[in-house]
């Protein structure tokens, strides 16, 4: 069965303080690994996806990596505007289309 | 510029209430998507469209039924609503199939008392 576990629950950083968010997966066939943002009262919104072990995307103060077991999101200087929950989804394929979720990590962000 | 809206927002429903939560996109894309989302459980595909006229059970597909009647919209409807089937319901579209981005709505949060 395909898993996705993501890592710590929960952070809290002071503005411009950086760190890492880990999603674990066990997904067979990985056709692609998503990041989300999830805003309080909102739906998911998309970050980035992942294809390959050693692909890297950027976009503003956040970085993802892929590794053959599990994806890193990296922050770097967070603003207080970056506070959000961060959801990693994997993807594998077959005719089934259907994305596994892991629970999120809620980020907080100080100023 | 809409992407995906749901109707409605918010919905408290009595149990054994009958109710249709409506998805619709603008961007002409071909799968569409129903989750639900609950505390500590992440969110779980309910049912998917891989086209007009096309449905499939994903995970949690017990209690609802959906409809894709034409390519813009996606019907969820529940027959007899219980009290678990209060949860966020969220619906996505994606131009292609699970390993390309999706986009979503807004959600509907919806009370079974």
């Known amino acids: 069965e395909d898993q996705v576990t993501q890592s710590p629950e929960a952070l809290r950083l002071q503005e411009g303080e950086s760190s890492s968010l880990n999603c674990s997966y066990t997904v067979s066939g990985l056709r692609g690994l998503f990041w989300y943002r999830q805003d309080p009262g909102k739906g998911p919104e998309f970050l980035f996806t992942l294809y390959s072990a050693g692909e890297e995307k950027e976009k503003e103060r956040l970085k993802a990596t892929l590794t053959k077991k599990e994806s890193f999101l990296h922050i770097t200087a967070p603003k207080p505007e970056d506070s959000a929950t961060y959801l990693c989804a994997g993807n594998s394929g077959g005719s089934n289309y259907k994305l596994t979720f892991g629970k999120g990590t809620l980020l907080t962000v100080n100023p | 510029n809409a992407g995906v809206t749901q109707t409605p927002k918010f919905r408290v429903l009595k149990t054994g209430q009958s109710m249709t939560l409506l998805c619709a996109q603008d961007m002409n894309h071909e799968y569409m998507y129903w989750y639900r989302q609950d505390p500590g459980m992440g969110l779980r595909l309910i049912h998917y469209s891989v086209g007009e006229g096309t449905t499939a059970k994903g995970e949690v597909p017990d209690g609802y039924n959906v409809s894709r009647l034409k390519k813009q919209n996606f019907l969820l409807g529940l027959e007899s609503a219980a009290p678990s089937q209060t949860s966020v319901y969220f619906c996505?579209?994606?131009?292609?199939?699970?390993?390309?981005?999706?986009?979503f709505g807004q959600g509907t949060r919806l009370t079974v008392v």
């Open positions: 996505a579209s994606s131009y292609g199939g699970g390993g390309t981005e999706a986009f």
